[in-house]
């Protein structure tokens, strides 16, 4: 049975449907392991954010992560959704050129930027650069006086908050890579080294706090430390922010202890807060911005799986093995990510008992799933593992050797590829003989 919360209906063939295609018939068109999208569920994620800020009547900018699934096609629905973008490499910028985003709406982020990534960012005019330290400072100074250049630029910091997520993926720590901290002395240094520079529009702050949050009372929390310091700035120094970005990091459903925000009211609850904050400190509301990744792409997409061995171990468990696991879905090894799953060809059959799904890879660790109910299983079924759309395909790799799968779009009835399948020519194309 597939639980209500995953967007997916089964057909009359008792078969699991993703914008009105049989998955079943997508494993056999386009082979497994496969990542299938619905893209009615991405517009609807992109709507309930942008159109909520409409309905405010507030200025905003939605920048989908694009770190969350970055593909040419995935950034042209975006894009026709009205959502900005956020990149954090050449790689994602390379990628959004290519889908023709709108330069302008374009934001760069990264710890480590290089001097050839924001000399493409700025000979290409993007929109805003989110800086990070003060060794890129340096490097945008450079660029702009050799390229007689200007750059809008927003300062992310750090508020030092301990987000309510798994310790990787915080980030608005105080021990963190990212960003300036802000109550030690190094957002000030910052702020007054980008405001002494005439090329630098120095437009606000920036913070991202974590992600897969379930709670708005950090990112609250994240907004009333910005606030503090913009008033200070503005007390002292006259500075009016233009923008004030909180991230992104809006939690989804994987299982159903997962307990995700209502986006519309999240939007509704941090427009609030910056409005009154702002008015607090006496300036003008500035233009909200955000950066959900997540909670664009990841109920959207589900993988899809062939079973192949099976194993049976007495009174301890059964494994089923699949022909994916770590190379498409790092997220169980890396974070102990808890997924669900059906039997995409059995969907309609009752559970017959409880398995572990194990990946291919020659890594105990390579467990998709430890604890999974289906009806009974065997080689030859289709596996779909729900929201899977978030950070499976981008952070597919080819450990094992094992090409990385295609994707598949689905809306309306129709399906397309989007992503070809990598070849066995394409892990060695690179590679070259020692002679
Ligand atoms: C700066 C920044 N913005 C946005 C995101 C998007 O996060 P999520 O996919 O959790 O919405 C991240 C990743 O956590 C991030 O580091
Ligand atoms: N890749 C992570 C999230 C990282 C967010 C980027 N700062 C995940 O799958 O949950």
């Known amino acids: 049975m597939i639980p209500d919360y995953h967007p997916f ?23 497994t392991p496969l990542y299938v999208y619905d893209v ?18 507030v200025r905003a900018q939605v920048a989908y992560a694009s ?9 042209q629905v975006v894009n026709q959704e009205g959502m900005s973008l956020d990149v954090v490499s050449q790689g994602e910028l390379y990628t959004a050129l290519q889908a023709g985003f709108p330069v302008s709406k374009i934001h760069l982020h990264g710890n480590n930027k290089s001097l050839e990534e924001l000399t493409m960012a700025i000979e290409h005019g993007i929109g ?48 963190s890579k990212f960003g300036f901290n802000l109550s030690n002395g190094q957002a000030d240094q910052a702020f007054l080294r980008l405001r002494n520079n005439s090329s630098i529009q120095f437009k606000g702050l920036h913070s991202h706090i974590g992600s897969q949050l379930f709670e708005t009372e950090g990112l609250l929390l994240a907004a009333e430390l910005l606030f503090q310091k913009l008033d200070h700035w503005h007390i002292e120094y006259g500075f009016v922010p233009d923008v004030l970005n909180l991230g992104g990091g809006f939690g989804i459903r994987y299982t159903a202890e997962d307990e995700p925000l209502s986006y519309p009211s999240l939007v509704r609850e941090l427009t ?67 997924y669900e799953g059906v039997l995409a060809n059995k969907v309609s059959q009752p559970d017959a008992g409880s398995v572990a799904v194990a990946g291919k890879c020659c890594e105990s660790g ?47 009835g129709t399906a397309q590829q989007v992503v ?11 590679d070259i003989s020692y002679e």
Request: charged share 20%.
């Open 128 to 175: 805003c650069i989110v800086v990070d330290n003060f060794y890129e400072i340096e490097l945008i100074e450079r660029i702009l006086q050799e390229k007689n250049k200007t750059v809008n630029v927003l300062m992310r910091v750090t508020p030092g908050i301990e987000s309510n997520t798994h310790h990787y993926i915080m980030t608005g720590n105080e021990d």
């Open 366 to 412: 390579d467990m998709l799933i430890w604890d999974l109910p289906l009806p009974e299983v065997k080689p030859n079924d289709i596996l779909a593992v729900f929201s899977t759309g978030a950070y499976g395909y981008s952070m597919a790799n080819n450990y094992n050797r094992f090409p990385k799968p295609a994707v598949v779009f689905a809306e309306n």
């Open 40 to 57: 009615s569920i991405i517009r609807n994620n992109c709507r309930d954010f942008v159109r909520t800020f409409r309905e405010l009547g």
């Open 9 to 31: 209906n089964v057909n009359k063939a008792g078969h699991l449907e993703a914008g009105g295609v049989d998955v079943v018939e997508l494993a056999e068109t386009y082979g």
């Open 272 to 338: 609030s807060a910056v409005k009154e904050q702002a008015a607090s400190i006496g300036i003008p509301t500035p233009e909200i911005w955000i950066e959900p990744g997540r909670a664009i792409a990841g109920n959207a997409g589900l993988t899809l799986y062939t079973v192949g061995s099976m194993k049976e171990i007495p009174g301890v468990r059964s494994y089923i093995s699949v022909d994916g696991g770590m190379t498409d879905n790092l997220r169980p090894a890396l974070y102990q990510a808890v």
């Open 67 to 75: 770190k969350a699934f970055s593909t040419v096609a995935m950034l």
């Open 420 to 430: 070809k399948r990598e070849t066995y020519h394409d892990l060695v194309k690179n």
